[in-house]
């Protein structure tokens, strides 16, 4: 595994995100993760990293784990776009 974090082109959260001087992002604030790459292999291999980490972080208030992973994909050598859904029981 890497340790590094991993850190999405741009995210979408429907609230609750603060800026501010150490402006950070939890994965359970992230409702879609946008990845941008060259390949389609490299962005569903990004996009499957991503659906981990959010199943991985619990939800407040009631800190319950989502059924669902949403990530938004562009392909910017083909200038093509899809979307993934990783549902949590596979």
């Known amino acids: 595994g890497s340790r590094h974090a991993l850190k999405p082109d741009?995210?979408?959260s429907s609230g609750g995100i603060r800026k501010g001087k150490d402006f950070r992002v939890t994965w359970a604030q992230?409702?879609?993760a946008i990845e941008?790459?060259?390949t389609w292999l490299e962005l569903i291999d990004q996009a499957a990293?991503?659906?981990r980490c959010m199943f991985a972080?619990?939800?407040e208030p009631?800190?319950?784990y989502r059924r669902f992973a949403m990530?938004?994909?562009f392909n910017h050598t083909t200038m093509e776009f899809s979307f993934a859904i990783f549902h949590r029981s596979g």
């Open 36 to 38: 941008v790459k060259a």
């Open 71 to 73: 990530v938004f994909m």
């Open 10 to 12: 741009l995210v979408f």
């Open 30 to 32: 992230v409702d879609i």
């Open 49 to 51: 990293s991503y659906a």
């Open 57 to 59: 972080a619990p939800e």
């Open 62 to 64: 009631m800190y319950l």
